[in-house]
């Protein structure tokens, strides 16, 4: 960012920009730096968009992953309707038949 801003004010040296884009890439977003060149518009989206692919994106996937497959673990007793059931159980803790 410091070589497509070329020393513009925010990103006048390259520790700065490199705090910009820690800032802009953990979409933390201060707002107290930003680029005012069309390149380094185009630039900011790039590693914005990279942010939330990298950070938001996989954390939805894995989500819905954990929620899946704990619907496809709870089991049910079919003869008393039971649902407190452990994972590893054979046998309804309730009424004693064996589970499917």
Not at 52 to 61: D, L
Not at 70 to 77: A, F, P, V
């Amino acid at each position: 960012m410091f070589m497509v801003e070329g020393g513009r004010p925010g990103f006048e040296t390259i520790p700065q920009s490199i705090y910009w884009a820690v800032v802009t890439v953990t979409t933390v977003g201060y707002g107290d730096v930003s680029p005012i060149t069309p390149m380094g518009k185009f630039f900011a989206v790039i590693l914005m968009l990279a942010g939330y692919s990298i950070i938001a994106v996989p954390t939805g996937i894995v989500t819905a992953e954990m929620r899946n497959k704990r619907q496809n673990l709870e089991k049910i007793c079919d003869q008393c309707g039971n649902e407190d059931i452990d994972d590893d159980a054979r046998y309804c803790k309730q009424c004693g038949k064996k589970l499917a």
